[in-house]
């Protein structure tokens, strides 16, 4: 079982600060999770091909295809911002530290 010293020792680790009242109700919360983990340990798994999820699951998006756009200045005459043939776009990366 999982006491408070535990979760404290885990906080302090994790440079979290916890009140009293969270420390107890995180005991408890882990703990339950900790035992279910137990019960789970008892389960014969040797058969069990290891898998990454619980249902198998495909890719439905469609494949990519390129449609060229052929009046390339009707898309620029309604970009906020351009600079000759190109979009003007706001600078997002900055050289200075």
Do not use: C
């Not at 091909?49 to 469609?62: D, G, L, V």
């Not at 970009?79 to 000759?84: F, K, M, T, V």
């Not at 997002?92 to 530290?97: A, D, K, R």
Request: aromatic fraction near 6%.
């Amino acid at each position: 079982m999982l006491n408070e010293e535990q979760v404290k020792k885990v906080a302090h680790l994790a440079r979290l600060e916890l009140s009293g009242e969270e420390v107890a109700q995180f005991t408890t919360q882990l703990g339950s999770i900790l035992d279910y983990f137990q019960q789970l340990e008892e389960l014969n798994v040797t058969d069990v091909p290891p898998t990454t999820r619980a249902i198998e699951s495909s890719n439905i998006t469609r494949a990519d295809q390129l449609h060229p756009w052929t009046e390339r200045e009707n898309i620029l005459a309604i970009a906020p911002e351009q600079d000759g043939d190109f979009f003007r776009v706001p600078k997002i990366i900055s050289t200075e530290e």
